[in-house]
């Protein structure tokens, strides 16, 4: 099937776009062009919105129930193609196969989590109050706009569209520009899983298409996964029309290392933990916080643990880093690397271009030492496979730089002493902290403090954001 795409999923069904601009997509381990993708205008835009409202009150009036099915079928239509979405992923944005394969092999698992909330959920509740009784009913908040990055299309996507469907919305997908030919399978996954015409819809393109659909007034929430630049963007849109948002935003996640760690024990973290996705990814524990009394020792530790992930073709499965998404990108951490140096911090591993990979957009796995928490490589979030590690000399010294951020999304404390370090992650001023984990298990809320962002998705309560209470209450007559 050809990877340059004409049409656009709207209304259950392939159309044409009105647009005529189009964005190449280009793999970046070969740096050739891919395939291509229509870059959608307003009145793309507002053809979804409005397939996705009318769509809304016969889904939204169906029984939760029949709506897990729904999620159910989707899940298992997505297993169906799941090592097809998994390759190109990996294409589109360098994901080594064997984490991709591993990325998309958790996606049926959220949508089967979704259809459990689904099936759990009752819309009416009768409250007793000291004036008469009340029934709170819970409403979808109507057409939902899921716009998400290129690190994690497909899982970021099933955070946003699961929870919404369950709850009795629709919803307009855009994906990023970087990574949409995943979404034409998506939308081959909701055809095959008889999904109502209207309920999801796809658009693709680039900025400026996430700017309308924000703006359209079509549009009832807006859930968010990307930079803190356009989430701040989204957010003041979205207050023009008092439209919900959920931002998903960015991180500079610190890891503190206790006195006690085991070095071989944290080891599987500096690639899942600390550089996975090649360092893209928001949670990732990029600023490490090492006892003084062992500095040396862990510094050494992480320069030979970054050195040996695998890195190359992403074809191969038992590479374990690969380029990084585009030549901007690499550009981006190729200057924040320069700027350490500059600002003086030493780099005590990578700083270059990986030898022998003369095409694709790598960097080395690269290490800074002698870093300040003042520095911009220690507060500024970098996206590619740069830590910094810094010295503390008490926990309480290591909690307030941890702490001293613009960001509070993630963060980690590795000990054998699983109690201690539950009580210092305890002071993290961030949505979640793993203690001697880096695994975040979908049942419970994820979502950042400060600019890392707003609301939570996930867990339990993953369907109140698409959801607006309406009070009716009674006295008798
Ligand atoms: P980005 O913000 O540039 O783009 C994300 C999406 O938003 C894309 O679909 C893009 O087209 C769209 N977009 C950009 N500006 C917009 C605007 N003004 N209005 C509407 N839509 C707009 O981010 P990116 O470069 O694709 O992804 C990297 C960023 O995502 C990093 O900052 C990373 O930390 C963050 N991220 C956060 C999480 C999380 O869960 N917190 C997860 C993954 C990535």
Redo the contacts with the bound molecule.
Sequence with gaps: MSNHKSQLFIDGTWVPPHSTARIPVVNPATEEELGSIPDADAIDIDAAVVAAKAAGPTWANRDPRERAEVLRRIADEFEARAEGIASITSQQNGTPISIARAMHSQVPIQYRYFADLAESFEPESLVETASGDAVVRLDPVGVVAA??????PQP?AA?KIGPALAAGCTVVL?????TSLDSYLFAEVLEAADLPAGVVNIVT??????????ANPGVRK?A????????R??GA?AAQDFKRVT?????KSAAILLEDVDLEAFRPFVFSGCTPNTG????AFTRIFAPRARYEEIVDFLAGALKDIPMGDPTDPANLHGPL?NAA?RDRVESYIRLGVEEGARIVTGGGRPAGLESGYYVEPTLFVDVTNDMRIARE?I?GPVLVVMPYDTVDEAVAIANDSEFG?SGGVFSPDAERATAIARRFETGSVGVNSSTLPIETP???VKS??LGR?LGPGSLDAYLESKTIFRQPA
């Design positions: 716009i998400t990055p290129w690190n994690g970021l955070w855009k994906p990023a520009a970087e393109g680039g900025r400026e298409t996430g700017a309308e659909l924000v807006i968010f996964t990307g930079s803190p630049r356009a989430g963007a989204i849109a931002l998903e935003l960015g991180g893209q990814t928001c949670r998404v990108q979030e996206f999304l994820f979502g950042g890392s962002g998705e």
